[in-house]
């Protein structure tokens, strides 16, 4: 059971460049996030999905793209990276809610990228 | 601005140290949880509580949401190196499930 894998783990673009960040799970959970991590402000979303062929915007869309084609994988694109989108990305998974009930995010290890 | 504000965002104590960190909004959660996440790793979650003015132990983690739903406390009693890392409150809203509210989060140090 791997889990929450994201890959890469680092990457260097320059400005303009293009990129795919992969997230997959195989818990067969329904729920896929996508967050980025900057200092001193937590963890922010940037898409979601709540299942195979759905996605959703988050709280700071603007710049990125997502797919959800198969269940267990979650792709996030940038198609034209900016340094602002120098950050920690952060994928993550989970069962969908049921009775109001939310439960635990499963994180994977981020995806450290810098765009010069 | 962010919906959830935690304070402080720094702390650096001693190891034996007691701390409080506090996850304030003026919004209404249906639930809330608490993450840890060491360096170069995921957050992990600590816990979720669902009741206003609920109160759960984990060890030495004491946490508590408030009354009226809009915030939560971490009290960390006898702290130690190995409580060391950033902790995140993170808000459910009662209408729309689908998604968790990350606070701004508090770094945590601890020394031996």
């Known amino acids: 059971n791997a889990g929450v894998t994201q890959t890469p783990k680092f990457r260097v673009l320059k400005t303009g460049q293009s990129m795919t960040l992969l997230c997959a799970q195989d818990?067969?959970?329904?729920?896929m996030y996508w967050y980025r991590q900057d200092p001193g402000m937590g963890l922010r979303l940037i898409h979601y999905s709540v299942g195979e062929g759905t996605t959703a915007k988050g709280e700071v869309p603007d710049g990125y793209n997502v797919s959800r084609l198969k269940k267990q994988n979650f792709l996030l694109g940038l198609e034209s990276a900016a340094p602002s989108q120098t950050s920690v990305y952060f994928c993550?998974?989970?069962?969908?809610?049921?009775?109001?009930?939310?439960?635990?995010?499963?994180f994977g290890p981020g995806t450290r990228l810098t765009v010069t | 601005t962010q919906l959830l504000e935690q304070s402080p965002q720094f702390l650096s104590i001693q190891e034996g140290e007691n701390l409080t960190v506090y996850c304030n909004s003026s919004s209404v959660f249906s639930s809330l949880q608490w993450y840890r996440q060491e360096p170069g790793e995921g957050p992990v979650l600590l816990v979720t509580?669902?009741?206003?003015?609920e109160v759960k132990k984990l060890k030495r983690l004491t946490f508590q949401f408030g009354d009226a739903r809009k915030d939560s406390s971490l009290h960390i009693t006898a702290a130690q190196t190995g409580d060391t890392g950033l902790y995140l409150c993170?808000?459910?809203?009662?209408?729309?499930?689908?998604?968790?509210?990350f606070g701004t989060g508090t770094r945590l140090q601890v020394f031996p």
């Open positions: 509580v669902v009741t206003g003015g």
């Open positions: 818990m067969n959970h329904e729920y």
């Open positions: 993170a808000g459910i809203r009662a209408y729309n499930t689908d998604k968790l509210i």
């Open positions: 993550a998974s989970t069962h969908n809610p049921r009775q109001g009930v939310f439960y635990e995010q499963y």
